[in-house]
């Protein structure tokens, strides 16, 4: 079994969620404001509840080699992924107290706690797969917004974020977990009872991203509702 037998297992999911309408906006520069900055909020309750589950990730390692290989993750979240987060929100007028500050939304806590349920009730493979989709998911979209012709290049507001997720640094990193990804599911037939359990573990994760897109953009829904009340 690889890492593709999990995304052609849910196509459907795996679409919805790498071509949202929240990426589309994004890459063309027409989402609104507001919704970037209650994705840019929500994104950094995540990062810290993810840096947990890698965390989680050494404590149901089987091995010295496994406790070794999330290490890395731990650190770079902790110390520079949300690190770079935060500077890159004071850009947006965010400050650490701003982010500290805010409530997770449903979709946030959905998310993050089914990937931290995962990693307690099930083994180290189920974690790791759960947390799959996000760093799969978000380096797959950003070659993609670079390749699309549709992408507004200049004057987009949001170029840096693309900038970020289709660098050589994301994508190598990114290149180097799927093998290890890969490493993991090795062994295992993607038609016996473990391989769909995985499945699911993957599709479900998958809908939780879906979820954190659609979250963010329902405030340009909320905004045009009240403004049609005025």
Known sequence: MRYQDLIKACEQDWAAYTEHEFVRLLATGELPQP???HYLKQDFLFLKQYARAYALAIYKARTLAEMRQFLPSVQALLQEEISHHVRYCNDWGLTELDLEAQTEEVGTVAYTRYVLDTGMSGDVVQLYTALAPCFIGYAQIGRALVMDKRTLKEGNPYTSWIDLYSGDDLQQSTLESQQYLDVLLADIDVHSAQGKTLIEVFRNA?????????????IRDLNADNQGAV
Do not use: D, P
């Open 35 to 37: 919704c970037y900055l």
């Open 206 to 218: 998958t809908r939780m991203e879906i979820a954190f897109w659609e979250q963010s953009l329902k």
